[in-house]
């Protein structure tokens, strides 16, 4: 079974300054999907970025990029120029199989989240 | 574009109490998930769906029934609630095309 792991329960950053976050995680497949969500006050999921394992560019979404490292199965996401609506539980998430192979459920397992704090 | 709605918000049921939580998509999505979360931790899965009249068990089934008699909702089962149900409750539908899962508003739900 797949695990991620978030090893920073929190962290914080100072506005428009540069924060990273971290996650690993155990798998014996190749071909796979990665997401970070982000979970603000409202407790509403948002999808943040989305890397797939077959790509070995990272993926970006304006300040969000990622840092995916295939071999030591890591999984960082970076914010940049952080803004205090950035402020949120953050969550790594892995999907296990291929794009379309109609036998997996296309689950996400997910970490245990880093609460990031962004000070003014 | 209301996209995955969820009711109610949040409730309290005594020990013993029935409900059904509501879950509905308006995108055409077939795979639908129920996950919850509980405080500290990221979610996990009770059961998924990936079509009318398709349904199975995720990690975490137990206390739980789901039925999918159509495509665009996805209503949770708990009998006979119990106080380790307390947890916030999310719903999701999978888009193909951009491999995501998109999530409802959550219901939190309080067993007391």
């Known amino acids: 079974a797949q695990t991620v792991t978030q090893s920073q329960p929190e962290m914080s950053v100072q506005e428009a300054e540069t924060v990273t976050l971290s996650c690993t995680y155990d798998t014996s497949e190749s071909d796979y999907y990665l997401f970070w969500y982000k979970q603000p006050p409202s407790r509403q999921m948002i999808l943040v970025i989305r890397?797939?394992?077959?790509?070995?560019q990272n993926a970006t979404e304006n300040r969000f990029s990622v840092n995916f490292q295939k071999a030591a199965k890591s999984f960082s996401l970076k914010i940049s120029d952080s803004q205090l609506g950035d402020a949120a539980m953050y969550f790594c998430?892995?999907?296990?199989?291929?794009?379309?192979?109609?036998?997996?459920?296309?689950?996400?397992?997910f970490g245990k989240g880093t609460l990031l704090t962004v000070n003014p | 574009n209301a996209g995955v709605t969820q009711t109610p918000k949040f409730r309290i049921l005594k020990i013993g109490q029935s409900m059904t939580l509501q879950c509905t998509q308006d995108?055409?999505?077939?795979?639908m998930y129920w996950y919850r979360q509980d405080p500290g931790m990221g979610l996990k899965l009770i059961y998924y769906s990936v079509g009318a009249g398709i349904t199975d068990k995720g990690e975490v089934p137990n206390g739980y029934n789901v039925s999918r008699s159509t495509t665009e909702d996805f209503p949770l089962r708990l009998e006979l609630a119990a106080p380790s149900q307390t947890s916030v409750y999310f719903c999701a539908s999978r888009d193909r095309v951009w491999e995501t899962q998109y999530f409802g508003p959550g219901t939190r739900l309080l067993v007391l």
């Open positions: 890397q797939e394992a077959y790509k070995q």
């Open positions: 995108m055409n999505h077939n795979y």
């Open positions: 998430a892995y999907r296990s199989g291929p794009r379309e192979d109609g036998g997996s459920n296309y689950k996400l397992t």
